[in-house]
């Protein structure tokens, strides 16, 4: 098992960036395939990005309303995953979510572990 607790979020300025990470403990999160999903309330969850390891290379994806302006990384050392946001905009407005899959995947329903989630407000 693995758990997870992301931190990060706030309040920022339309054009602003912000860092989110998700520190996971038991496993490592090299032994998962890690995503980042959002939810407004009244809405659906919301797949962001995931990365994932197979061997010595790393694969990303992500979705098409952030791709360019969202960076998703992890460090080892560290157990985290982050999610750099730059350019954001009030849309992004949400609660973002850390989450842990088996392999990796765009549907939130695919990951067993997930974090409490962090809040993010950007101002027009």
């Known amino acids: 098992q693995v758990q997870l607790v992301e931190s990060g979020g706030g309040l920022v300025q339309a054009g602003g960036s912000l860092r989110l990470s998700c520190a996971a403990s038991?496993?490592?999160?090299?032994?998962?395939?890690m995503g980042w999903f959002r939810q407004d309330p009244g809405k659906e969850r919301e797949f962001v990005a995931h990365?994932?390891?197979?061997?010595?290379?790393?694969?990303?994806y992500y979705a098409d309303s952030v791709k360019g302006r969202f960076t998703i990384s992890r460090d080892n050392a560290k157990n985290t995953v982050y999610l750099q946001m730059n350019s954001l905009k009030p849309e992004d407005t949400a609660v973002y979510y850390c989450?842990?899959?088996?392999?990796?995947?765009?549907?939130?329903?695919?990951?067993?572990?997930w974090g409490q989630g962090t809040r993010v407000t950007v101002s027009s």
């Open positions: 989450a842990a899959a088996r392999v990796p995947s765009t549907r939130a329903l695919e990951y067993a572990y």
């Open positions: 038991g496993r490592t999160c090299s032994s998962y395939a």
């Open positions: 990365i994932s390891w197979s061997g010595s290379s790393t694969s990303y």
